[in-house]
């Protein structure tokens, strides 16, 4: 949990970190009462950060989940997001959108070989993976990682700091897939299965070796 977030604020980190929880669950991992949380829920619920839903499954009553509003997401920016639009649009203006797209290229090689030096080629997969994700962290990407039995893993990001840049160019998104897919190696299949663009509330790829 993230010491630098204040305390009546923490339930937006959780939330964002891990997703959508029940009042039980969330007081749980904030470690205080149903009311507790109830009340910070409600906080910042009336201040527009948070929102509740009533979600059926099987034939229990409904369940109320809690997830962040728009607002909610906002509390974690998009970094430079007004600057980089600009940019953006007056080098397709300007130079064209073949340019932007060179540009973008050129961008994603600096993130390969920034990558590769930090990661050895010699690392076992669950290693490069491990050290993917800290580096994807300390970009303000709030990644982490999970492996799977079946031992394939998956790089989560729960916030994308370039978010409005990648709305407006979709060059962004597919160099970040093609970057990934270069540094983890030639026998490693990396697909993305989750993504904030078309509406989820992280972006995710599942890493399988071939």
């Not at 007056?90 to 064209?96: A, D, Q, S």
């Not at 993917?132 to 893993?153: C, F, I, P, S, V």
């Not at 990001?157 to 709305?167: D, G, L, R, S, V």
């Amino acid at each position: 949990m993230n010491n630098s977030i204040p305390e009546n604020e923490r339930a937006i980190w959780i939330l964002k970190n891990e997703g959508e929880k029940t009042l039980k669950e969330l007081a749980q991992t904030l470690g205080v009462t149903t009311e507790g949380a109830r009340f910070q829920l409600l906080k910042l619920s009336n201040d527009g950060y948070v929102k509740s839903e009533s979600r059926a499954k099987g034939r229990g009553r409904p369940k109320q989940v809690w997830s962040l509003t728009k607002k909610g997401h906002s509390k974690f920016p998009d970094t430079h997001s007004e600057l980089t639009l600009r940019l953006i649009n007056k080098i397709k203006e300007h130079l064209g959108e073949d340019t932007l797209t060179e540009l973008i290229s050129s961008t994603g090689q600096d993130n390969q070989q920034h990558y590769r030096n930090a990661i050895p080629e010699e690392a076992t997969l669950e290693e490069k993976v491990k050290k993917l994700a800290e580096l994807r962290k300390e970009e303000g990407y709030m990644a982490t990682y999970e492996q799977h039995g079946n031992g394939d893993y998956l790089l989560i990001e729960n916030h994308c700091p370039i978010c409005a840049a990648a709305t407006i160019c979709q060059g962004f998104c597919d160099t970040e897939l093609n970057t990934f897919q270069s540094v983890l190696g030639p026998n490693t299949n990396v697909e993305r299965v989750d993504h904030i663009l078309a509406g989820a509330r992280r972006c995710a790829y599942l890493i399988q070796e071939k």
